[in-house]
């Protein structure tokens, strides 16, 4: 049986399932594996690693510690409570602002591209080249968030490093929106999220592609990116504090485990709090060279889950409102038994969207394409329910041809 359990109750003997840190890079060459020593638990413990999953028929067991299903319906019912009444207000349509978010998304990724080229030659940044595109971006974002997100989950994995980096600087600026900040923050914080990873242009490209977990000296290397960054940031003009946090501070953890300073609660700002949130979300959703991408209904649970230690959970709370339980793109099962893509959410509760059904779970093929209003009853273009999310590989389909 799978069990979760804190790091402080794991034993010699018990079999690691899952060390349930799926954004953490760490020295283990495995995430299923049998605990030998205390030796073991301590290199966990260094790395971060609080809680994890024991599967009890392969080691020892812990009796009272709940099952992976039982965590699992715990999550679901605290965001179930989380997105009652949330609906997605943007003023322009996801079709209407795509086109625009299209020629947005292709500018800033050869822009970031070119000033990481730079920052590895040695040249300075300069904001003045990256100020014109984040107020593009932010202005998509306005119009409907949807549109520039949606685009941004499609990622190569040659051009990955600047891809996330525009992507994180994009999804900043959307979770920005649901706070009170003074004006041009939101333009800030996106500058922040665009440079975030700038540091890691002074990492070697064999441990920065590296097809595989990294060693413990190769990671503390990794690690180095972001006193690279900080150094890049110090000798440009022009950058704000704001800006400086995000770089600064996005791999810090609300409980102290991260890095370099190890800053913990409110010894971190508001924006290094939210960087490391959509840093982390953004990775776990994107297929890398070492490991395959993590749906975004399931990322979003599973950062719920880790909120009450590496997160703030408040803040958590507010970033999955932003996202919506089902992104744009996310593919579901609907209650008839066909497949469907979620389209669109303007408007509507953020548990019951636009889908476009376009496949048959009981046929095993595909269908003409149709557009279901979960909102509404059957009738008028609605009538079904979401049973579940699914993962496209699992039916081979690709979302984003349907949206």
């Known amino acids: 049986m799978i069990k979760k359990i804190s790091v402080r109750q794991l034993k010699p003997g018990m079999f690691v399932h899952d060390m349930d840190c799926g954004w953490m890079e760490h020295p283990f060459l495995t ?22 999953y024991i599967d009890s028929e392969k080691g020892l067991d812990a009796s009272d510690a709940p099952t992976k299903k039982e965590v699992e319906t715990s999550i679901a019912r605290q965001m179930e409570v989380v997105f009652e ?14 086109g625009r978010a299209k020629i947005v998304l292709v500018e800033a ?34 119009r409907n968030k949807d549109a520039l997100l949606s685009l941004c989950r499609i990622k190569e994995k040659d051009n990955y490093t600047f891809l ?115 840093d982390v979300y953004d990775a776990i959703t994107s297929d890398r060279c070492y490991r395959k991408a993590m749906d975004p209904t399931v990322a979003l649970r599973k950062m719920f889950e880790w909120s009450k230690l590496h997160f703030d959970p408040g803040l958590i709370q507010t970033f999955v409102r932003t996202i919506g339980i089902y992104p744009i793109g996310t593919l ?38 149709e557009d279901v209003d979960l909102s509404k009853p059957l009738g008028q273009g609605g009538g079904d329910r979401i049973v579940s999310h699914e993962a496209a590989a699992k039916w081979n389909i690709d979302p984003h041809q349907f949206i």
């Open 109 to 142: 990724s050869k822009i970031v591209g070119d000033l990481m080229q730079g920052a590895r030659l040695g040249r300075q940044i300069e904001q003045e080249q990256i100020d014109p595109i984040v107020s593009k971006m932010s202005d998509s974002i306005l």
């Open 31 to 52: 995430g299923s594996f049998k605990i030998r020593s205390e030796k073991d638990i301590g290199q966990m413990i260094a790395y971060g690693i609080r809680e994890l």
């Open 164 to 278: 996330h980096s525009v992507s994180v600087g994009a999804l900043l600026m959307c979770f920005t929106r649901a706070f009170d900040l003074k004006p041009g923050d939101m333009q800030l914080v996106g500058i922040g999220g665009m440079l975030h990873d700038i540091g890691k242009t002074m990492v070697p490209d064999r441990i920065l592609n590296k097809a595989g977990e990294l060693t413990l000296d190769e990671f503390t290397t990794m690690k180095m990116h972001v006193l690279y960054g900080q150094n890049i940031l110090s000798d440009t003009p022009g950058i704000t504090q704001t800006s400086f946090d995000v770089v600064a501070q996005h791999h810090e953890r609300y409980d102290g485990s991260g890095y370099p300073l190890k800053l913990k609660g409110s010894e971190m700002s508001i924006y290094g709090q939210m960087a490391s949130i959509v």
């Open 332 to 369: 579901v099962l609907l209650e008839s038994g066909k497949i469907a893509v979620v389209i669109d959410q303007q408007g509507r509760d953020l548990t019951r969207p636009l889908v476009r059904a376009i496949f048959d779970s009981r046929k095993s093929c595909y269908i003409s394409p």
């Open 85 to 98: 009444n949330v609906k997605s207000l943007d003023p322009t349509s996801l079709q209407e602002e795509t």
